[in-house]
């Protein structure tokens, strides 16, 4: 065995994205203890610029220090007891995925199933809302990784607010790609990852929770079933202006990384980061429309960061992956769930989100697809 | 807020240890896509790059995606069920973090504790398990990082499977830095972390389960309480051979570098790098004893990799750990739980333990207790 010198690719798949040269350089500094006073500036300043990234004067944001799928379970096990019900909306891989940690903290869940392709259906939150009185949540995906699909985060959200419940969204495909207004659509808590439009490495969930959340979690009646993930442990390690408490020994590198790359959207700006995201969008359909490829999705919920697209006939799905991936060093993804073999994921997220990358998709596939 | 440049450290404490500029290096390379089949060959031969630091067969031999405490807490998730008794020994703070564990868990924790300073006795896990018959697990802290303490786990081990017990070992300090065989010594579950004596950055947990504890994994009555750690779920997508099943993303440069730094222990060869801490440490017992300090730890059970020492009559400790940090840029470890403000702990762990650094602790220290 020796050192893994790993042949560069272009990642236009449902994450990891692009890594821009600037963040690897961030990643590689020097290590420095995770109580260090330079490296707690760093925890402040990460705070900061990701109440920024999710528009949100939230205190309690901040990096759980694992992938978007343990920040998925720290929203989950902090806020629900069990014998709570929660309403989960599920139109994709990762609502089911949210229903899982519902039960598996002995919530109960009533499940809003939608097709796949398809927002879920605010009248239907209505009606079940009405027809449930006992609702503590409502969880749902802002952007479904699986399908492409932007659910309505902002009237779901207004429903379950007038029915008092706490709203729980999955932004992980949805942070710095397209508009997310924590305070404004009252989320009570978020989770994100890194690897997304943020394009920063993989590793890392960014997490937001109101003072409602943070209320609800003080006042808990059962210890929060994991210590790891436990925020009132983690606060004392996280909480801007006390003395740090150890808790766990923070990713101090991939925190470097994640800095640098919130620096560069504050930088650009999150309106600007939206409007790229879109126009490059725009590019990316007209090129795969012209070589007569369709998308899954309806333009009017389509997401612009993953272009979720149908496979001609004709076409193998995973011959046509590979060769994309051997010939051109392009990596697209794979369906996922109900979509296995019969659609592709094309990411547009973060760096990876230019018509350079647009242009060397299209011309890849036309060249394997003719 | 501009880019984070940190001002380099020499890392002496409890961890993050030194990392090497070729661990660094390898961190930043490009990132590749999780399911690219480049890094699933990786994580093939970083398995096989931990089954050499465990000292196992172990099938089931990988990397959780976050620290080493959510490393514990899948050991224990999985074994554990509601209603099950372990037998958890404490002799310091990550004892206490097992019991905490056990008890989120379900589960009912004999605790046999410990003096501070002092390991484990094997003849009071004796006498409890003989006493108690319908123990599930013995849990304990090899190379305990709050007191510096080696608690023999070959005995206690063998006293546990006499009785019937599985065995679940915390080797977060120990792995790469003092003989841990797991095979042999019949551990069934074990847990580490990157950033001690691997000397890789901080933010992930190595991990080894045997097939006695598989079997227990599989036949469990309830599921399993976290999603993420879920080992049912995690073994589709480490597990050898087998088509890779998304489960979550991992975090594919922080493998990078475990790899790396898992290439220089096999280079350096698991006997010569144990005898490297023991002679490292012989030096830096002899210079701190030049100076007038001592260990808190008896000689027969002291680690060489944390070096836990009291606190001279008359030093201030912060004001002497904020020196050595701000005029000689060197870090050492602060006292935890019942040894804050009495004890010091300096590492020697990976890449920082080498004579230099020895030196440099032990003339820095002597300048600034002057």
């Given at each position: 065995m020796s050192t893994f010198i790993p042949q560069q690719r272009t990642l236009m798949g449902p994450g990891p994205s692009d890594v821009s040269a600037r963040v690897l350089n961030a990643l590689a500094r020097p290590t420095l203890g995770h109580l260090d006073p330079q490296f707690i500036e760093l925890m402040d300043q990460t705070g900061d610029l990701l109440r920024y990234a999710f528009n949100t004067q939230n205190s309690l944001t901040m990096s759980i220090s694992a992938p978007g799928s343990a920040?998925?379970?720290?929203?989950?096990?902090?806020?629900?007891?069990?014998?709570?019900?929660?309403?989960?909306c599920i139109n994709g891989v990762f609502g089911m995925r949210m229903k899982e940690n519902v039960t598996r903290c002995g919530g109960t869940a009533i499940v809003i199933e939608s097709e796949w392709g398809e927002q879920t259906s605010p009248e239907e939150l209505e009606n079940v809302l009405q027809a449930n009185d006992n609702v503590k949540a409502v969880a749902f995906v802002h952007a479904e990784t699986s399908t492409g699909v932007r659910n309505d985060a902002q009237r779901l959200c207004a429903i379950a607010k007038q029915h008092g419940c706490l709203t729980i969204v999955d932004a992980v495909t949805s942070l710095g790609g397209i508009e997310l207004?924590?305070?404004e659509w009252q989320i009570d808590a978020c989770y994100s990852g890194s690897q997304k439009?943020?394009?920063?490495?993989?590793?890392?969930?960014?997490?937001?929770?109101?003072?409602?959340a943070l209320e609800v979690i003080r006042n808990r009646q059962h210890p929060v079933q994991s210590w790891f993930l436990d925020l009132n442990l983690i606060l004392g390690y996280w909480g801007a202006g006390t003395k740090r408490a150890y808790h766990h020994t923070a990713p101090v590198n991939s925190i470097y990384a994640l800095h640098e790359s919130l620096l560069m959207l504050q930088e650009e700006g999150l309106e600007n980061a939206f409007t790229r995201h879109k126009k490059v969008h725009e590019l990316l359909r007209e090129g795969l429309e012209s070589i007569g490829l369709t998308f899954a999705v309806d333009e009017a919920y389509r997401l612009p960061q993953l272009n979720v697209i149908l496979i001609p006939e004709g076409a193998d799905d995973a011959t046509v992956?590979?060769?994309?991936?051997?010939?051109f060093g392009l990596e697209i993804g794979a369906g996922l769930g109900k979509f296995a073999g019969k659609a592709w994921r094309i990411g547009l997220m973060g760096s990876a989100c230019t018509p350079r990358n647009v242009h060397h998709c299209v011309e890849s596939l036309r060249h394997v697809l003719a």
């Amino acid at each position: 065995m020796s050192t893994f010198i790993p042949q560069q690719r272009t990642l236009m798949g449902p994450g990891p994205s692009d890594v821009s040269a600037r963040v690897l350089n961030a990643l590689a500094r020097p290590t420095l203890g995770h109580l260090d006073p330079q490296f707690i500036e760093l925890m402040d300043q990460t705070g900061d610029l990701l109440r920024y990234a999710f528009n949100t004067q939230n205190s309690l944001t901040m990096s759980i220090s694992a992938p978007g799928s343990a920040g998925m379970e720290a929203c989950i096990v902090n806020l629900i007891e069990p014998g709570d019900t929660v309403v989960v909306c599920i139109n994709g891989v990762f609502g089911m995925r949210m229903k899982e940690n519902v039960t598996r903290c002995g919530g109960t869940a009533i499940v809003i199933e939608s097709e796949w392709g398809e927002q879920t259906s605010p009248e239907e939150l209505e009606n079940v809302l009405q027809a449930n009185d006992n609702v503590k949540a409502v969880a749902f995906v802002h952007a479904e990784t699986s399908t492409g699909v932007r659910n309505d985060a902002q009237r779901l959200c207004a429903i379950a607010k007038q029915h008092g419940c706490l709203t729980i969204v999955d932004a992980v495909t949805s942070l710095g790609g397209i508009e997310l207004n924590i305070d404004e659509w009252q989320i009570d808590a978020c989770y994100s990852g890194s690897q997304k439009c943020l394009s920063c490495v993989p590793g890392l969930s960014p997490v937001t929770f109101s003072e409602t959340a943070l209320e609800v979690i003080r006042n808990r009646q059962h210890p929060v079933q994991s210590w790891f993930l436990d925020l009132n442990l983690i606060l004392g390690y996280w909480g801007a202006g006390t003395k740090r408490a150890y808790h766990h020994t923070a990713p101090v590198n991939s925190i470097y990384a994640l800095h640098e790359s919130l620096l560069m959207l504050q930088e650009e700006g999150l309106e600007n980061a939206f409007t790229r995201h879109k126009k490059v969008h725009e590019l990316l359909r007209e090129g795969l429309e012209s070589i007569g490829l369709t998308f899954a999705v309806d333009e009017a919920y389509r997401l612009p960061q993953l272009n979720v697209i149908l496979i001609p006939e004709g076409a193998d799905d995973a011959t046509v992956r590979g060769r994309l991936l051997n010939e051109f060093g392009l990596e697209i993804g794979a369906g996922l769930g109900k979509f296995a073999g019969k659609a592709w994921r094309i990411g547009l997220m973060g760096s990876a989100c230019t018509p350079r990358n647009v242009h060397h998709c299209v011309e890849s596939l036309r060249h394997v697809l003719a």
